[in-house]
């Protein structure tokens, strides 16, 4: 039992907790052409087209693209607009690599409070909660994500951790699932999926 909660942990913080940069994201993939810019720049403007392309990455040998285009949606999710929110987001990240989750958890929700409407300052409180196992309360934030960007796989993959945390296997397989279907490239979720296949049988209500 206790090897199965340091396992969840460690999934939490390689699902939960990634947070690229942009110019990250681009030293992923290869280096681009003369005419690269031109041709990848409306893809990268909007952040629901760069999900529906994840979606069709299914291959090993796409793993690489699905990766950059991953960071790059984390990476567009993390801009509210605002210098100073974005600080706010920011100081709560490193806080919580920190292992400060009280900061952190007062900083992210300074965010919400004053941005309510922007997911990612949920999605990383739902974290600190999580890492600080308030399941409670970080359920109640990923459901906040959920309805401002139903398609955040982040979110997704960390309700089907909580839900296998509290013994719901079930619930966790079709979050998992759910996470799956939008980034069916990412690892730790195809094997989340596969791990509560065997164990249920395969079975969702």
């Not at 990476?75 to 690599?97: N, Y």
């Not at 990383?124 to 399941?135: E, N």
């Not at 993959?157 to 699932?177: H, K, N, P, S, T």
Request: charged share 20%; with cysteine.
């Amino acid at each position: 039992m206790i090897d199965q909660r340091v396992t969840l942990k460690a999934l939490a913080v390689a699902v939960l907790c990634s947070y690229a940069t942009y110019s990250v994201a681009q030293g992923l993939g290869d280096t681009p052409g003369p005419e690269t810019p031109s041709e990848i720049a409306p893809l990268e403007a909007d952040p629901q087209i760069l999900l529906n392309r994840l979606g069709t990455l299914t291959g090993e040998g796409d793993a690489g693209e699905a990766t950059r285009l991953a960071n790059e949606i984390q990476e567009r999710w993390t801009h509210t607009g605002s210098a100073t929110l974005d600080l706010l987001l920011q100081r709560g990240i490193d806080a919580m690599q920190d292992g400060d989750f009280v900061r952190a958890i007062a900083h992210l929700t300074a965010l919400t409070d004053h941005a309510p409407e922007f997911a990612e300052g949920w999605n990383q409180r739902a974290t600190a909660f999580f890492l600080t196992d308030r399941y409670g309360e970080a359920l109640s934030d990923i459901e906040q994500v959920l309805i401002l960007e139903p398609r955040h796989f982040g979110a997704l993959a960390g309700l089907g951790i909580i839900l296998e945390e509290l013994g719901d296997e079930q619930g966790a397989l079709r979050a998992f699932r759910a996470a799956q279907q939008i980034f069916p490239a990412e690892e730790n979720v195809n094997r989340s999926v596969e791990r509560l296949e065997a164990a249920t049988g395969g079975r969702t209500l």
